[in-house]
């Protein structure tokens, strides 16, 4: 957790609470990805079923089957980019959308006013890494759980930058 996390309200803590707790790793696995993407396709991408979490669509071309793939993931800004956390829920594995955009890093994203056409690239560097990295835990603080149960997989920081 970053020393100077943004200030939240009641319900943001209680949200956060419950997403770190064993029912809410169910719900974020099972419920979410089910219930997210026609409610974000809905509301333009304002409202998911986490809302306030800033919550996006990512749309990536499948590596291997060429096919469009919806996955509802979590965010934080950057300046004008966004950075995703390839997290798989601290599992062994590198999640499949990962794969899909080192593949094909080209994507859509569904996000309310970021939404476009965006480039991903993984953050190599350390410094920028680490950057990156206290964003998002200031977004969401169990990514710091997800890392403890990954155990010896580094968690890839991916970088979104808006295509011209």
């Given at each position: 957790?970053?020393?100077?996390?943004?200030?939240?309200?009641?319900?943001?803590?209680?949200?956060?609470?419950?997403?770190r707790s064993r029912p809410?790793?169910?719900?974020?696995?099972?419920?979410?990805?089910?219930?997210?993407?026609?409610?974000?396709?809905?509301?333009?991408?304002?409202?998911?079923?986490?809302?306030?979490?800033?919550?996006?669509?990512?749309?990536?071309?499948?590596?291997?089957?060429?096919?469009?793939?919806?996955?509802?993931?979590?965010?934080?800004?950057?300046?004008?980019?966004?950075?995703?956390?390839?997290?798989?829920?601290?599992?062994?594995?590198?999640?499949?959308?990962?794969?899909?955009?080192?593949?094909?890093?080209?994507?859509?994203?569904?996000?309310?006013?970021?939404?476009?056409?965006?480039?991903?690239?993984?953050?190599?560097?350390?410094?920028?890494?680490?950057?990156?990295?206290?964003?998002?835990?200031?977004?969401?603080?169990?990514?710091?759980?997800?890392?403890?149960?990954?155990?010896?997989?580094?968690?890839?920081?991916?970088?979104?930058?808006?295509?011209?």
């Amino acid at each position: 957790m970053t020393a100077q996390r943004r200030p939240m309200n009641i319900y943001e803590r209680a949200l956060e609470k419950f997403g770190r707790s064993r029912p809410g790793l169910f719900f974020a696995q099972k419920i979410a990805p089910v219930l997210d993407p026609p409610l974000m396709r809905l509301t333009g991408g304002r409202l998911s079923s986490v809302y306030p979490l800033p919550l996006m669509l990512l749309t990536t071309i499948g590596a291997k089957s060429g096919l469009r793939r919806e996955h509802p993931l979590a965010y934080a800004t950057d300046g004008d980019s966004l950075i995703v956390i390839a997290s798989n829920y601290g599992r062994p594995g590198h999640p499949a959308w990962y794969r899909n955009l080192v593949a094909n890093p080209r994507v859509e994203v569904l996000a309310g006013k970021h939404s476009g056409v965006y480039t991903a690239r993984e953050i190599a560097d350390e410094a920028e890494r680490s950057a990156a990295w206290k964003k998002a835990l200031d977004v969401y603080a169990g990514y710091g759980d997800y890392e403890v149960r990954a155990g010896n997989r580094k968690i890839p920081v991916i970088r979104l930058v808006r295509s011209a």
